[in-house]
C-alpha cells in the first residue's frame, strides 16, 4: 500500500512538473509571438518610414511578398494588385530590354547582386513615371541560387522633368546669347558657381566657356576679366533683386542686366548675367547727339525760314490783292486816252500805247495767277466726294470756245473715271489747267487730241492727260512746275507760268505727286497721284 502510495505522489510530481514546464514553454512562446509580432510591426512601420518604394519579390512563386504603403501612394496600386503585376506590362516597352538585361545580370552573376536602373513605371493611371530602382539579392537557397530579391524603388520623375526643363532652359539661353550682337549669358548657382556661359562675347574676352564653368566668381579669369565686381549685384539677384548697370573695362563697354531664375514654384535657384558690348553704340550715340543738336540747329533756321516764307506769301497775297484795282484804273486810262487822242497821234504813238495795254494786262494776269497760288493752302474748302467724270464735262462745257476754234477733242472712259473726296474746286483747276494747256501748246500740223485715263494703284489713283502737242524737251521737264516759267514769250501764245506750278502744288497739297513724260513734236502725258480717300 505504501509503495503505490509512493508512486502514485512520484508521478503527481511528475505531472506538476511536466504542466509547469509546458506552462513555461507556452508562455515563452506567446511572448515569442508577441515579439515576433511587434518586429513585424516595427519592421512594417519602418519601411513605411521610408520615402520611397520597398519591395521583396520572391522568384520561385513570382509573387512580392512585402511592399509599404509608398506603393499605393506614388503607383496608386494595392498590393494584391501588384504583387502578381508582371513586368512586361508595367515597364515602357523602350525601357523593357535594359530592365530584364539588367535582372539577368543580377540573377547569374555572382558578384551582381546589386543593380541600380532608370526606367519608365506606369502607374494605375496608366501614366508613365520615371523610377530609379535599386535592388539587391535578398536570400540564397543552399546552393546559392537566389531566392528573393530586395527592391528599392523611387520616384524621380520631377527629377527627370526638372532636368528636361533646365536642358530646354540652357538651349534658350545659348540661342539667345548666340544671337545677341556682341553679347552673352551667364548664369550662376546660389553658390555663384559658373553653370553657363555663352555668347559670342566670350570670344571676344578671350574666355574659354568650357574653362568658365569650372570655376566660380571669387575666381580670377584669364585676360583680366574680373566678375568679382559684380558679386554684390548676383547676390542681389538670388534674392529677387534685378539689376541693370553700365560697366567700362578697356576698349569694352558693357551693358549687363543681372536677373533671378525661378523655377515653377516661384522659388530662385541662379542668377542670370546677359552682357552686351555697347562701345559702338556709345560711340553712335554721341555722333548722333552732334547730328541731333545739328538738325534742332537747322530745324531752328527751317522755322525760321517758314515763317518768313509764309509772311512773304502773306504780303504777296495782299500786295497783288492790292495792286488790283491800280492795274485795272491804268489799263481803263490808258484806253481812255487812246481813244479820244487817236487822231492827234501818230502811227508810233499808238503801238506805245498798245505796248502800255498789253504789259498791263499781262502783269493784271500776273497778279491773278499769284493770288490763285496763294489761295491754294491759305483758302482751302472741306474735303468732299469729287466725281471726275462729272468735274471734265464741266471743264468741256467751260472750254466750249477754245476746243471749237482748235478742233480739239478731250477723250475718257466714263465708267473708268473715280470717285473720291477731295477739294473739289482745287480738282477741277488742276484738270482744267492740264487740259487748257494741252489745247494752247497744239501742234500746228494736228488738231489738239486730249485723252484721260486712270488706274487704282493700291491706295492712289494713278491719272494721265495725255496730248498730241508740241512736247517739251527733257531738259525743261523740271523747270516747268516753277512758279513764272514757261517756255514760251506771251507773243507766242506762251501763257505767264502759273498753271503748272498751281497744278504742282495742288497735287502735293493732297499728298500726290505730279511729273511729265514728253517727245518733242509728238505730244506731253502729265501724270498725277491722288489719295483714293473713301472717308474723312
Known amino acids: ?164 526643363e533646365l536642358e530646354q532652359l540652357q538651349q534658350l539661353y545659348k540661342a539667345v546669347a548666340d544671337n545677341i550682337p556682341n553679347g552673352s549669358v551667364v548664369i550662376v548657382d546660389e553658390a555663384l558657381r559658373f553653370l553657363m556661359a555663352e555668347g559670342p562675347l566670350l570670344v571676344q574676352q578671350g574666355i574659354d566657356k568650357e574653362i568658365i564653368k569650372q570655376k566660380t566668381i571669387h575666381d580670377d579669369l584669364p585676360n583680366g576679366n574680373n566678375w568679382q565686381l559684380l558679386i554684390s549685384y548676383f547676390q542681389k539677384a538670388l534674392l529677387g533683386e534685378a539689376s541693370r548697370l553700365e560697366m567700362p573695362q578697356g576698349e569694352f563697354v558693357f551693358l549687363i542686366h543681372i536677373l533671378p531664375i ?41 522755322q525760321c525760314y517758314i515763317e518768313s516764307n509764309k509772311d512773304l506769301e502773306r504780303f504777296a497775297y495782299i500786295a497783288a490783292h492790292d495792286l488790283k484795282e491800280p492795274i485795272r484804273s491804268i489799263i481803263s486810262f490808258t484806253q481812255i486816252l487812246q481813244n479820244k487822242y487817236i487822231h492827234q497821234l501818230d502811227a508810233n504813238a499808238n503801238v506805245y500805247f498798245q505796248h502800255i495795254i498789253n504789259a498791263t494786262h499781262r502783269m493784271y494776269l500776273l497778279i491773278e495767277g499769284l493770288l490763285d497760288y496763294s489761295r491754294i493752302n491759305e483758302h482751302t474748302n472741306p474735303y468732299q466726294k469729287v466725281h471726275t467724270a462729272t468735274i471734265l464735262e464741266k471743264i468741256k462745257e467751260d472750254l466750249y470756245h477754245s476746243i471749237s476754234i482748235k478742233g480739239a477733242t478731250i477723250e475718257y472712259d466714263v465708267d473708268k473715271m473715280p470717285s473720291f473726296r477731295a477739294d473739289e474746286v482745287q480738282i477741277r483747276s488742276l484738270f482744267q489747267n492740264l487740259i487748257q494747256n494741252a489745247i494752247k501748246f497744239s501742234s500746228p500740223e494736228r488738231p489738239p487730241k486730249v485723252q484721260i485715263a486712270c488706274e487704282q494703284h493700291g491706295n492712289q489713283w494713278l491719272f494721265s492727260v495725255k496730248d498730241n502737242g508740241i512736247g517739251i524737251e527733257k531738259e525743261y521737264h523740271k523747270q516747268i512746275f516753277s512758279i513764272f516759267k514757261h517756255l514760251a514769250s506771251a507773243d507766242e501764245g506762251g501763257g505767264i507760268g502759273m498753271g503748272l506750278a498751281i497744278c504742282k502744288r495742288i497735287v502735293e497739297r493732297h499728298d500726290g505727286k505730279i511729273w511729265v513724260d514728253s517727245t518733242p513734236n509728238e505730244g506731253t502725258t502729265f501724270w498725277f497721284t491722288l489719295p483714293n480717300i473713301r472717308n474723312v
Open 1 to 164: 500500500m505504501k509503495k503505490q502510495l509512493t508512486a502514485q505522489y512520484s508521478l503527481e510530481k511528475r505531472c506538476r512538473e511536466l504542466e509547469r514546464r509546458l506552462k513555461l514553454e507556452i508562455d515563452k512562446r506567446k511572448k515569442a509571438e508577441r515579439q515576433l509580432v511587434e518586429s513585424r510591426q516595427v519592421i512594417h512601420q519602418f519601411l513605411d518610414a521610408l520615402p520611397d518604394i520597398f519591395n521583396i519579390y520572391d522568384i520561385q512563386s513570382k509573387e512580392y511578398t512585402i511592399c509599404n504603403r509608398y506603393l499605393y501612394e506614388y503607383l496608386g496600386y494595392t498590393f494584391e494588385e501588384w504583387k502578381t503585376l508582371a513586368t512586361e506590362h508595367s515597364v515602357h516597352p523602350h525601357d523593357l530590354a535594359q530592365v530584364q538585361a539588367g535582372i539577368n545580370f543580377m540573377y547569374t552573376t555572382p558578384n551582381g547582386e546589386k543593380r541600380n536602373t532608370i526606367y519608365r513605371l506606369k502607374n494605375k493611371e496608366g501614366k508613365w513615371r520615371w523610377i530609379q530602382s535599386r535592388n539587391a539579392i535578398f536570400k540564397r537557397n543552399v546552393e546559392g541560387q537566389p531566392e528573393q530579391v530586395l527592391e528599392i524603388l523611387q520616384d524621380i520623375t520631377e527629377i527627370k522633368q526638372t532636368q528636361a
Open 262 to 302: 525661378k523655377n515653377k514654384q516661384g522659388e530662385i535657384f541662379a542668377a542670370m548675367a546677359i552682357t552686351q558690348d555697347i562701345a559702338a553704340l556709345k560711340v553712335a550715340e554721341r555722333e548722333l547727339a552732334i547730328k541731333v543738336r545739328e538738325l534742332a540747329e537747322k530745324n531752328q533756321e527751317l
